[in-house]
């Protein structure tokens, strides 16, 4: 049958059909024809309940039978009210106020206007770039695409529409680097902001974790050096947490590990547990009151037709409920042994002449090959296991659901190292550990 679905990140001349999906339960979604695949990327992180849980469906459901939207434009709604009360709650200090949109780019896109229009309202109009870093992937959208790394993201297609913006260098040094370890990182960074923090309206930074960009991960003294660097220069921190928001770097949020407030903070990705689209940009006081005034230029003059949609608002309480009501965090803690213990902690998968790296954090884990050429054909062999893993490039990652048993997780470990452990040359084999 000819599909006229148009598929992302895809050759059109090229691509394999996409096996159609028709059905969820926990951490397996089943293919037409009864074949049932262990989810090993959540579906790009954000299903972190896995597929049909029965109180996220319940909740929706139950909306649906109340309100299934209404616009935000002065009109309010007790979901909406809800759950900006929990995510001020759950997030640090003084990040309290929320502006919702419907995802993680627009999320990103709002973040970036707020800090453009801070500036101007505190008076430093020539504050109107932004500061990213090499590695970043901040989503597809114009404004975002120009935030993500400029040698592997979008940017040279479509450079003749993209406004230009600073890089720093990537961070270097590693999840446990110390203060000392992570001073030739935070000198690049200071090199930059010493340079142009005239022009700079915002630091911005997946925190701990550059996740589409390579799975990078470094420390959270990294974090905390960024964080005192944008007060020096009077540049704000964004935080986007599209990604490690919800747990996947082992607290909260990722910037937790280094216990600091980033000026605005974006979360989509967990934030309904994956079952609707919704995003979160958060703002300080100090942000947010900015805006208070009578010009012109005090408004935010952003609001998209489907933010604060009531459905997703009430799965996303439901989600945090549920992440809180089953401790989530101990949930993630156990993952992460098991992948420290099954990837990190396999000498032969190390030392592998393929492997270049093998990193975990929190619920997240990488095997960095040499060449994306290394992971050629690794998705049809996950696949004919049973395990559904897609690569980045030359990433070969799990962000697996949170209620992934440990059996399962093993299934997974067991599958990515396969792909290398096995005879070299010859057929590859199955895994044969039994968990
Ligand atoms: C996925 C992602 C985005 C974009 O979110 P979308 O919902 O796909 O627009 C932005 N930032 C980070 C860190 C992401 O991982």
Redesign the pocket.
Known sequence: MTSHVWHPYAHVKTQAPAPTVVAGQGAHFELEGGERLLDATCS??CMIHGYRHPRLVEAIVEQAHTLCHVMLGGLTHEPAQRLAKELVRITPASLNHVFYSD????G?EVAMKMALQYHVLTGNPGKARMLSLMKA?????TG?MAVCDPEEGMHSLFSGLLPTHYFAPAPTASFHAGPEQVEYDLRALRGVLERHHQDVAALLM?PLLQ??GGLNMTSPEYLKGARALCDEFNVLLIA?E???GFGRTGKMFAVDHADITPDIM?L??GLTGGYL?H?ATLATDRVHDAFIGDSEQHAFMHGPTFMGNPLACRVALESLSVFEDDDYLGKIERLSAILNRELVGDAALSSHPLVADVRVLGATAVIEAISAEALDGVGDFARSNGVWLRPIGRWLYTMPAYITSDREMVEITDVMKAWFLADAGAERKSPTRQP
Not at 103 to 106: A, D, K, L, T
Not at 137 to 141: A, I, K, Q, V
């Open positions: 790009w992180w995802s993680g780019s627009v990103m992937y901040h989503g597809d959208t975002c997946e996740a589409a986007d599209v990604a490690t974006v989509s990705k689209g995003a």
